[in-house]
């Protein structure tokens, strides 16, 4: 099997990877390059972006835009292959942005299940293309949803973890899952963005989660800006304001999104963290006059039990934290590159709505490179290919002295 790194060798945005084996291509992911990062560009790819694609087919680990962002620039008859839930969370959220980026029309056409060329799995459900065999495993990662691979071509194996961590609510299963669907392999294809990071202790979902609960039990009033796709954090600040008896307010949208996946069917909607309390459900925001509704009644509410809104830098938002009652307390739960200045990731409405005075609470959706070295002591992987990092050399460093790390450029390729 042939492995090349297209894209993400020495960046952590838009990783694309290939493995060959007889004329056969099995991609791995095709999305955006990071906003700050060094940019590659369009790619080139034979049999991805054009030639022939009757022995091509790409699989996608999750719905982060810099793992699917970019598919709707692929030949519209590449079969694609998606795990059900991140399908389902991806269409949700193409249809929220469709008006303001209409790539997401065409998003919403290629994830259609009437796209004879879309193929949806489920973890641990092994299927083939051509003479690979793949087996689906979900890790915990910051979109709901995300898929690492054990591929596997005549007896010789790899996995590509996709991107996962080992801090999240759904970690504890993470090393029966590794020994029942993937043992030991030939090759990792790895993610490694948290590498200069190795010395961070981490601070996992649930220790997050309790830090949010005693912040809303001293303050009332409590403004929470976070994305709506990063579903775990949705539900774990919904439990929070829950335990400190506040009101939970959320708009259509980020409710739909936590229903997705209380209504998933997966295993993972019957536990009690994907599910509301029949006593205390979230409040849904109602629209009048094209804002959000505020009547006294409301007001009053909100005054007496204290609240904790989940908002988004718009000025839909701006406004009814302007018309709603109390001393506000606002958080950041997303990577604070956002709102800093000089990165080229800086988002000025976000830095404004969330003004001077906001609390930082956030904990990343990658993996630690202690838990990195547990992975290794299970996969016992004769070679280790670093990808989604800005610092191979520093993963050689950390890695490279128990086991062979291989760093390519990208474009380059590795016989496995
Ligand atoms: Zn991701
Ligand atoms: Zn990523």
């Not at 692929?74 to 079969?79: A, G, I, R, S």
């Not at 879309?118 to 459900?125: H, S, T, Y």
Request: with cysteine; aromatic share 10%.
């Amino acid at each position: 099997m042939k492995i090349t790194i297209h894209r993400g060798t020495h960046q952590i945005g838009g990783c694309v990877t290939e493995y060959e084996h007889e004329g056969w291509h099995l991609f791995v992911d095709y999305g955006e390059e990071l906003p700050g990062g060094p940019k590659s560009g369009d790619l080139f790819v034979e049999e991805l972006t054009h030639g022939d694609l009757s022995k091509s087919a790409l699989l996608i680990t999750h719905n982060h835009g810099d793992h699917i962002g970019r598919i709707t620039m692929l030949p519209k008859d590449l079969p694609i292959y998606m795990g059900k839930v991140g399908r389902a969370i991806q269409m949700q959220l193409s249809r929220h942005l469709k008006n303001v980026d209409s790539k997401h029309e065409e998003m919403l056409e290629r994830l259609s299940l009437s796209n004879p060329f879309l193929n949806v799995f489920e973890a641990g459900k092994p299927f083939s293309f051509g003479p690979f065999i793949i087996m689906p495993v979900t890790l915990d990662h910051s979109a709901f949803e995300a898929f690492a691979f054990k591929i596997e071509v005549e007896g010789h194996s790899t996995f590509h973890t996709g991107d996962f961590r080992t801090h999240g609510f759904r970690s504890k299963k993470f090393p029966e899952l590794i020994s029942k669907f993937v043992g030991t392999v030939d090759c990792v294809v790895c993610e490694a963005t948290n590498v200069l990071r190795h010395d961070a202790a981490v601070l996992s979902e649930r220790d997050l989660q309790c830090q949010f609960e005693d912040a809303f039990k001293a303050n009332p009033y409590n403004i929470v800006y976070v994305a709506s796709t990063n579903i775990d954090r949705l539900f774990s600040l919904y439990h929070a304001a829950v335990k400190a008896q506040r009101l939970f307010l959320m708009d259509r949208y980020q409710k739909h999104m936590m229903d997705l996946v209380v209504e998933s069917g997966s295993i993972w909607g019957k536990s009690e963290l994907y599910n509301f309390k029949v006593e205390s459900k979230p409040m849904v925001l109602e629209y009048e006059n094209k804002e959000f509704r505020v009547n006294d009644k409301f007001k009053r509410k909100l005054a007496q039990k204290g609240y904790v809104l989940l908002a988004r830098p718009n000025s839909l938002f701006d406004n009814l934290v302007e018309r709603i009652p109390g001393e506000k307390k606002k958080y950041l739960s997303m990577w604070e590159g956002y709102v800093t200045e000089d990165s080229e990731a800086y988002n000025e409405k976000l830095a404004q709505s969330l003004g001077e005075n906001y609390i930082f609470m956030h904990t990343s959706g990658h993996c630690d490179m202690n838990s990195m070295h547990e992975l290794f002591n299970m996969l016992q992987p004769k070679t280790i290919i670093p990808i989604h990092t800005d610092a191979p050399n520093e993963f050689e460093n950390i890695f490279g002295n128990k086991w062979r790390v291989v760093i390519l450029n990208d474009g380059e390729s590795i016989e496995c």
